[in-house]
């Protein structure tokens, strides 16, 4: 069957969803190695799942790394007026 999304030759690298996650992982990735957090972030990773969902995994870090990136979209969201 030759065109059904669940053969076994689908690829969830051929959808969309899976580019919007990878963009939007780079876009974390480069934001997270500005701030010196790379290296607490080594499971950050895009994925699809089943349903053809992209999703992002941060996975797990340190304490002072998610108290880091707190802090920094406490400043990023702060109004400055």
Do not use: C, K
Not at 14 to 33: E, F, K, M, N, P
Not at 47 to 76: C, I, K, Q, S, Y
Request: glycine share 6%.
């Amino acid at each position: 069957m030759q065109g059904d999304p669940d053969a076994a030759s689908w690829s969830p690298i051929d959808t969309t969803a899976w580019y919007q996650a990878r963009s939007a992982v780079a876009a974390l990735r480069d934001v997270l190695i500005a701030a010196g957090l790379a290296e607490h972030f080594p499971h950050l990773r895009a994925d699809v799942n089943a349903f053809g969902h992209g999703f992002v995994e941060l996975g797990r870090t340190t304490p002072e790394a998610a108290h880091r990136l707190a802090e920094l979209l406490a400043a990023a969201t702060t109004d400055p007026t």
